[in-house]
């Protein structure tokens, strides 16, 4: 299994999967999750450097900050066929295009997972910033906790 956190940690809550991630790799290191067949992995704003990593994966665990039109904070599982169902793709992610191609490339080479995982969390604020809003920062444990019980 993978486990990829996307975003730019100084762009705000634009970094929280690479916050999420940091906080898994800590825990994982201290024994509290899965390190054997699960690799945690900070892969920044995506891009292909994340496809060859894919390969012989039989789940991939993405998080991301996700414009959903939701309150700041909601987390949302989706599927990437979920992402594809939305008729207006702009937005929901600063990388779902990317990723839809990168997963769709996968496809075709036979290097996607048999399950992939989206999480999603609406920002509150993506401004040049080294810090989640408080919003996000409030939930964070929550976060962790759901995207364990996913992992475990």
Known sequence: ???????????GDEG?????IEKLSALA?????PSDDVEYLD???GGMRLLHKLDGRKKLILIDCAK??????TIR?????????????????LHEMDIL????????????????????????????????????SA???SYIEVITSEIC
Do not use: W, Y
Not at 16 to 20: K, L, N
Not at 68 to 73: D, L, N
Not at 82 to 91: E, F, I, M, N, T
Not at 107 to 127: D, K, N, S
């Open 101 to 136: 191609k990168l997963l769709d490339l996968a496809e075709q080479l036979g290097h996607r997972p048999a399950e992939v995982v989206i999480f999603g969390i609406e920002p509150a604020c993506l401004e040049m910033n080294p810090h989640l809003s408080e919003e996000l």
């Open 139 to 141: 939930r964070f444990d």
């Open 29 to 33: 290191e201290q024994g509290k999750l």
């Open 77 to 93: 599982r989706f599927s990437p066929e979920d992402v594809k169902s939305v008729k207006q793709l702009a937005g929901l992610s």
């Open 16 to 20: 929280i999967g690479i916050a999420i």
């Open 1 to 11: 299994m993978l486990v990829a956190g996307l975003g730019n940690p100084l762009a």
């Open 68 to 73: 959903m039109a939701q309150k700041p904070g």
């Open 43 to 45: 892969a920044g704003t």
